[in-house]
């Protein structure tokens, strides 16, 4: 069964800086695009990021443009969100999720929680 | 910036038809994608390109979208049909969510 697990979760303060990351197993990570998507408690669901296959395209929701960035690396099937200026709001579970061909989010993984907070 | 509305709650009994819309202009001419979160779960998709079904996800769901209008149906409606659920689209780039139907069956 293909799989993605999220780490790097935790607590940050306001101003911190945190990286997450998503492992991919059982899948040609390469083929697929991959998105961030997060979730503040107890609220809907809010697209962060989006990298296309090869890491050439990638695109932010205006609310994190210039404070994270998205990478990959295929050789190490991974997934990464390099969070800089975190602010309260930035609080969430971030998921990871690959793109079908239609770059709907068809794989979930079972997200990490940022809390940030002084 | 482009926007998707979903009513916050829906309610159906046990064995009868549900519809959940989603609403965004033009939404017709982008295709739309449903996930279902149940709680403390991910999501998971049970519609993409307007009214496909993924692998697994039952023959009573179904979706449809045209005009500004999208729609999740649920057939002969279960128990465990009861979550959270999000419509979605892109838009120049950027990934919209709904603001999420909480489905209850009474």
């Known amino acids: 069964e293909v799989q993605l697990l999220e780490s790097g979760g935790g607590l940050v303060q306001p101003g911190g800086s945190l990286r997450l990351s998503c492992a991919a197993s059982r899948i040609t990570f390469s083929n697929y695009s991959v998105n961030w998507v997060r979730q503040a408690p107890g609220k809907g669901l809010e697209w962060v990021s989006f990298?296309?296959?090869?890491?050439?395209?990638?695109y932010y929701a205006d609310s994190v443009k210039g404070r994270f960035t998205i990478s990959r690396d295929n050789s190490k099937n991974s997934l990464y969100l390099q969070m800089d200026s975190l602010r309260a709001e930035d609080t969430a579970v971030y998921f990871c999720a690959t793109g079908s061909i239609d770059h709907a989010f068809d794989i979930w993984g079972q997200g990490t929680m940022l809390t940030v907070s002084s | 910036s482009y926007e998707l509305a979903q009513p916050p709650s829906v309610s159906v009994s046990p064995g009868q038809t549900v519809s959940i819309t989603c609403s965004g202009f033009?939404?017709?001419?982008?295709?739309a994608s449903w996930y279902q979160q149940k709680p403390g779960q991910s999501p998971v998709m049970v519609i993409h390109?307007?009214?496909k079904r993924p692998s697994g996800i039952p023959e009573r769901f179904s979706g449809s979208n045209s005009g500004n209008t999208a729609t999740l149906t649920i057939s002969g409606t279960q128990a465990m049909d009861e979550a959270d659920y999000f419509c979605?689209?892109?838009?120049?780039?950027?990934?919209?969510f709904g603001g999420g139907t909480k489905l209850t069956v009474l």
């Open positions: 979605q689209a892109w838009d120049r780039s950027m990934a919209v």
């Open positions: 033009k939404l017709g001419d982008r295709y």
């Open positions: 990298i296309s296959t090869s890491g050439t395209y990638k």
């Open positions: 390109q307007d009214n």
